[in-house]
């Protein structure tokens, strides 16, 4: 029996999760051409990313300051979780357009913005680590490697969406 929730079914996009953790990057090459994964890669970048600000918040519970100059925590949810969550999923799309326009415009590859926000979103999905970030001494490494990751996941998801070279695809990430 399928689980749907708004016409998105979340076993599938579980699965597909599962085996991008599992390093299977073919799941790039399915979601790409696949319009009805256009929303449910919209939803893993949120979710990885809201993910995220809970992990910086729970290190922040942990191991923020004591001073009394320091906010308190349901002031860094806000910030953090809420408003970080809300900017950060606004930079990611501006992330997927300016690779857009930088590989099709400036490079002049092949590429479609529809397949970009799907393998982009999936390509997110590492960040969903950084709910770990408040282990002690792991902390800071677990932040980083869960943005090493998104960007090489992304790298890889866009690196099979269009026809640009590495070199540019590269760039374009980058960007």
């Known amino acids: 029996m399928m689980s749907q929730a708004g016409g998105m079914d979340v076993n599938s996009l579980m699965q597909k999760v599962r085996r991008l953790a599992m390093l299977d990057t073919t799941v790039f090459d399915e979601v790409r051409g696949d319009a009805s994964y256009t929303l449910p890669a919209a939803v893993v970048a949120v979710v990885s990313t809201v993910l995220f600000a ?63 926000v799907r393998v982009m979103g999936f390509g997110a999905a590492p960040l969903a680590l950084g709910i770990l970030m408040f282990i002690p001494v792991l902390d800071f490494s677990i932040g980083l490697t869960a943005v090493a990751l998104l960007f090489g996941a992304t790298f890889v998801g866009v690196q099979t969406a269009t026809d640009a070279p590495a070199g540019r695809t590269l760039v374009a990430v980058a960007a």
């Not at 806000?78 to 400036?106: D, E, N, R």
């Open 54 to 116: 809970l992990g910086g918040w729970l290190w922040w519970i942990f191991n923020g300051p004591d001073s009394q100059f320091a906010p308190d925590a349901g002031e860094i949810l806000v910030k953090s979780v809420l408003v970080g969550s809300i900017l950060s999923v606004v930079l990611w799309a501006v992330w997927v357009g300016l690779s857009y326009v930088i590989l099709t415009q400036v490079f002049r590859a092949r590429g479609d913005l529809n397949e970009l």
